[in-house]
């Protein structure tokens, strides 16, 4: 799904086609600034939250927590940055919006003209189609081995099932 800027306010609604509560988005994409100045970004989020930054984490809020984080970038008018927002959500109310400020730009949400989507896989031979079902938590299983040890890899296999069984 491409969105065309980040400004949701779900309430207590579906966050994603399945989903009010205990879900996440990612979403992945570029930005690009219309001047060359300092920038403050801001996120305003219900609730968990990571961003980063051409590869770079700059927040890191994966906990429960809302309300608003920022940071700054020294931007120039022509690069393009590689941006990505993870965002998670407990219970209760939802909501997530990117917005920008400088010295010439009052704070509004980023406008879409300067946001940039990415495909994962380019001129790829395959189409991917995923269907997606709700999970049923009483009917999906989790394996674990039988011991862990600290500083060891462990394996933990998860099959999730919808109301169907089906895994
Ligand atoms: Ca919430």
Redesign the pocket.
Known sequence: MKNATINFNWGTGLVTPNAADYCSVRWIGKIKFPTAEIYTIYFNA??LLRVYLNRVLIIDRWYYS?GELSFTVNATSTQIHDIRIDYG??????YINMSWSSASIGKQIIPSLYLYSVEYVANSPYSLIISQGDTVANMSTAVLPNSFKVGENATIYIQSRDYNGTV
């Open positions: 219900d609730e809302a959500e407990y219970e209760g109310s939802a």
